[in-house]
């Protein structure tokens, strides 16, 4: 069930392919530009207040972290792009292992991307999605900090954003509306990650729309 994400912890930071653990099982990663929500989503996911470090410096993250579900299962925190002041030796090596990580990891069973509700759509948002779709893997786009808005901008978003994806993806990409603040969203989220996880016995496997 989608409720055995609330068992991830920590398992380990990788920096380079050689850090990665053993290519085996299932996991799902979480995208997203910096300041989107990414941390506050995967708390929320997982009813973990402190499982992803919620950051007041954006692009903290800078290493693919990841969170064991089971010991089959995992949760992978992609490294934060926008605000991170960084050199741009380690941008391009992010952006090889990145690349190769999408290219290479049989594990990788779909892509969550993050993106903040009132700024949908950026390049970076667009650049992962064209990773998963590449490589044939179903996304699922939360857009996040739902609250800030209300009910019908909420949804006015919602349906331009799903009419775009539908237009560059086909049915590649799902997405919803998501609020950390306010969990709503969270178990329409935790089903598509749990069914990607293999957590839901009853529930479509990777791939389904």
Do not use: C
Request: no cysteine; proline share 5%; net charge positive.
């Amino acid at each position: 069930m989608s409720q055995l994400l609330e068992r991830a912890q920590y398992l380990l930071s990788a920096h380079n392919a050689r850090q990665l653990p053993a290519d085996v099982g299932s996991e799902v990663a979480f995208a997203g530009r910096s300041n989107a929500g990414k941390s506050s989503a995967l708390n929320a996911l997982t009813r973990r207040n402190a499982l992803a470090r919620v950051s007041k410096t954006p692009g903290r993250t800078q290493q693919l972290v990841f969170f064991q579900v089971t010991p089959d299962a995992h949760l992978v925190d992609l490294p934060g792009y926008g605000y991170a002041k960084v050199p741009m030796d380690l941008q391009a090596h992010w952006q090889a292992f990145i690349d190769q990580y999408f290219r290479t990891r049989e594990a990788l069973k779909g892509l969550v991307v993050v993106m903040d509700i009132r700024h949908p759509l950026r390049e970076y948002d667009l650049q992962m999605l064209a990773y998963a779709v590449q490589r044939g893997l179903p996304a699922h786009a939360l857009l996040t900090k739902a609250d800030k808005l209300g009910r019908g901008q909420q949804m006015q978003t919602l349906q331009k954003v799903r009419k775009e994806l539908s237009g560059m993806y086909g049915d590649s990409v799902s997405v919803q509306t998501f609020s950390g603040e306010s969990r709503q969203g969270v178990d329409e989220a935790r089903t598509v990650i749990g069914s990607w996880l293999g957590l839901n016995p009853s529930a479509p496997g990777p791939g389904a729309a």
